[in-house]
């Protein structure tokens, strides 16, 4: 079974630009959040979507940033203009759908590294 | 707000020694708890977590974390170092019931390095 990807893995980018992030979930997982680590920093929550809805998006920095996942599949994160505080790895995660109890764990991708300069 | 303490940025052990990386936790009630490591190259990897019942929970690689509710504390520990368990480790805390996801709050991480 395919884990969760991301895509790319690296990108270097200006100031200004806009940069799209990609995930794809594990199949099947209904949940999929998106976390950053500023460098030196804790991993951040940024929002959560169940199938293609948001479920919350508390984390969101500002309105430069932009999430959607279509279709309840694959995810993108959006970052237009770009500014040098929005380097750091964004986390893609996802987990099945549970109601009720916390099941508790997250599958996580290898992060995509953003640098601005 | 709930938050999570890594005090310990960086530790070096000698291969074969013994583990204890610390993680102290704020939070409304008792939360999950868990532990994350990430290796180089790879994703976060959950190694072990907490829900209720034996404080003392084992996880995958040989480690295992004590649930300490009167110091707020979630140590992992490990008797015997590997040099393949140098890595990057992460304590998280998440709430008991979510209504169908788990946001989670994570520590700054504790990077481990392992001398041959």
């Known amino acids: 079974e395919a884990g969760v990807t991301q895509f790319p893995s690296h990108s270097v980018i200006e100031k200004g630009q806009t940069v799209t992030l990609r995930c794809d979930p594990i199949s099947g997982h209904d949940n999929l959040y998106w976390y950053r680590r500023v460098m030196g920093k804790e991993i951040k929550f940024l929002l959560h979507f169940v199938k293609e809805s948001k479920q919350d998006e508390s984390g969101m920095p500002n309105n430069r940033f932009l999430a959607e996942r279509t279709g309840g599949t694959y995810s993108t994160l959006k970052v237009q203009p770009a500014e040098l505080e929005d380097s750091g790895v964004y986390f893609c995660a996802s987990s099945p759908f549970e109601s009720g109890e916390n099941t508790g764990e997250l599958f996580f991708g290898e992060g995509s590294r953003l640098t601005v300069l | 707000a709930q938050s999570v303490t890594q005090p310990d940025i960086h530790i070096t052990v000698s291969e074969g020694a013994s583990l204890e990386l610390r993680c102290n936790y704020s939070y409304g009630a008792t939360p999950y708890l868990f532990w994350y490591v990430q290796s180089p190259g790879q994703g976060l990897q959950l190694l072990l977590k907490?829900?209720?019942?034996?404080?003392l929970v084992q996880g995958i690689k040989g480690f295992e974390a004590e649930f300490k509710r009167s110091q707020s504390s979630f140590n992992l520990r490990k008797p015997s170092v590997h040099w393949s368990d140098a890595a990057e480790y992460f304590c998280?805390?998440?709430?008991?019931?979510?209504?169908?996801?788990?946001?989670?709050?994570f520590g700054t991480g504790t990077q481990l390095k392992v001398e041959l």
């Open positions: 907490y829900f209720s019942g034996d404080t």
């Open positions: 998280a805390v998440g709430p008991t019931f979510t209504g169908g996801g788990n946001k989670l709050t």
